[in-house]
């Protein structure tokens, strides 16, 4: 079966990095996203990866390793609006996206 | 980013009514759009996946004469939950699939989601 494996609950604090990390088990491969987003409202797209390595853009960095189906995003100087959920979602041979179930990420002052 | 917009944001509705939300999409032909799910706490569950022009594809378990998927045009999918019940009340989300190009300055094809329509079934 397919399957995306992410933390269920971070903690940080404002200022700090933290990295979280996606797993994932899918039928193909055709690029891996992260999305935010927070409660009560719909996900809105932070990142996208297809080849190996470290795409960067402003604070948040995602990282992609196929071969061992790996992803990380990684935030950095952590700010109280980024408590949020974080979804992790690869793009499968039929290019269904298959979700992750969220990291709820924790910013403490 | 590509904008998706949503109506209504939220309904309240009886039990046994029907209730019509509608996805467009604002600066981009959407080919495909797809219509998720979520319960509080809970992933993205998605119902369908909807082809301009076709009949809609559902996820297994979603039963496709209660929630009625029209994808009429390149910038229109609607979704009607019919004889709503309270179990029904959720976070309905569409995502529209911007089909080539990024104008947006996302990857191609990628998803871009709707701000969601709170249902409550009294």
């Known amino acids: 079966g397919q399957n995306i494996d992410q933390p269920t609950e971070m903690t940080a604090t404002e200022g700090a990095i933290v990295q979280i990390n996606c797993t994932y088990q899918?039928?193909?491969?055709?690029?891996l996203f992260w999305y935010q987003q927070h409660a009560g409202e719909a996900p809105t797209f932070l990142s996208y990866n297809v080849l190996d390595g470290l795409e960067e853009k402003g604070r948040f960095s995602s990282f992609l390793s196929r071969s061992k189906g790996y992803s990380y995003l990684l935030l950095k100087e952590l700010q109280m609006k980024d408590s949020a959920s974080y979804l992790c979602?690869?793009?499968?041979?039929?290019?269904?996206?298959?979700w992750g179930a969220g990291t709820k990420l924790i910013i403490k002052p | 980013g590509a904008v998706v917009s949503q109506h209504p944001s939220w309904v309240i509705c009886k039990s046994g009514t029907s209730v019509k939300i509608e996805c467009r999409s604002l600066?981009?032909?959407?080919?495909?759009m797809f219509w998720y799910r979520q319960f509080p706490k809970q992933s993205l569950m998605l119902m369908a996946t909807?082809?301009?022009?076709?009949?809609?594809?559902?996820e297994q378990g979603v039963e496709k004469d209660k929630f009625l998927i029209n994808h009429a045009s390149l910038t229109l999918s609607t979704l009607t939950v019919t004889s709503a019940h309270p179990e029904d009340s959720s976070f309905y989300i569409c995502?529209?699939?911007?089909?080539?190009?990024?104008?947006?300055?996302?990857?191609?094809?990628?998803?871009?989601f709707g701000p969601g329509t709170r249902l409550l079934v009294l």
């Open positions: 979602a690869v793009r499968d041979s039929n290019y269904q996206l298959i």
């Open positions: 995502s529209a699939f911007q089909n080539g190009g990024s104008a947006s300055g996302g990857p191609e094809e990628t998803q871009y």
């Open positions: 899918t039928s193909g491969f055709n690029g």
């Open positions: 909807s082809n301009e022009g076709s009949k809609a594809t559902y």
């Open positions: 600066d981009f032909q959407a080919t495909t």
